[in-house]
């Protein structure tokens, strides 16, 4: 795969210019971390910089999850690997990082459908996991994940998430909802919000078990 080292360390900075607030609001411990990560890449420590930006994406850090993708991609600081590299821009996708759209797509490109159909399943698994904790960013993102990520979204199921999401005040799957709401007959409109209301429900009871 053909590289350019000075369009990727562009690709890089610019993220971390975007980053640098959202970090901010987490913990100094991930921003400081994440310094160090575009410092390692910034004087060509690209195995460094690939390692640290793994460890920060395994931590759902959105930004460290585009940056890690791209490495993966480009097979830069760690071989090429384009089932790594799909999985992680899809959970920068998404967690917001708007970049990953394009990667997403690139990459999917070059996967065949089943490879993409057993990543779907992976990605699925990941997303509810933390949703599951109670994570409301995570529930979005298995609303999106039933909808955008597979072939042919999931009306059903990604409205019952997004309904779980939209109570939890995440404002990022009301096209979903608006979209499957112009698809879904009524009766299975009224499935997926009888099945919403009881996911909400054992989210927040296990959240308050924890406290």
Request: glycine share 4%.
């Amino acid at each position: 795969m053909c590289l350019s080292f000075k369009n990727i360390t562009i690709i890089i900075l610019v993220v971390w210019s975007l980053t640098a607030l959202s970090v901010n609001a987490n913990t100094q411990v991930l921003k400081r971390e994440f310094d160090q990560a575009s410092y390692a890449f910034a004087t060509k420590n690209y195995v460094g910089a690939a390692k640290m930006f793994k460890s920060l994406s395994e931590k759902n850090d959105p930004n460290s999850q585009y940056n890690y993708a791209l490495l993966l991609f480009k097979g830069v600081g760690t071989p090429t690997d384009l089932e790594e590299a799909w999985y992680w821009a899809w959970r920068a996708r998404l967690n917001g990082v708007e970049r990953a759209n394009l990667l997403t797509m690139d990459i999917a490109k070059m996967l065949s459908s089943e490879e993409a159909e057993s990543l779907q399943v992976r990605l699925l698994a990941a997303v509810e996991l933390d949703a599951d904790a109670g994570d409301p960013r995570a529930i979005s993102s298995v609303a999106k994940t039933y909808f955008y990520v597979k072939e042919t979204p999931d009306y059903e199921d990604g409205y019952t998430w997004a309904l779980v999401a939209q109570a939890f005040g995440q404002e990022d799957v009301l096209d979903i909802i608006s979209d499957a709401e112009a698809k879904l007959a009524l009766d299975e409109k009224l499935k997926s919000q009888r099945l919403a209301n009881e996911i909400f429900s054992e989210i927040v009871n296990s959240s308050s078990g924890t406290n």
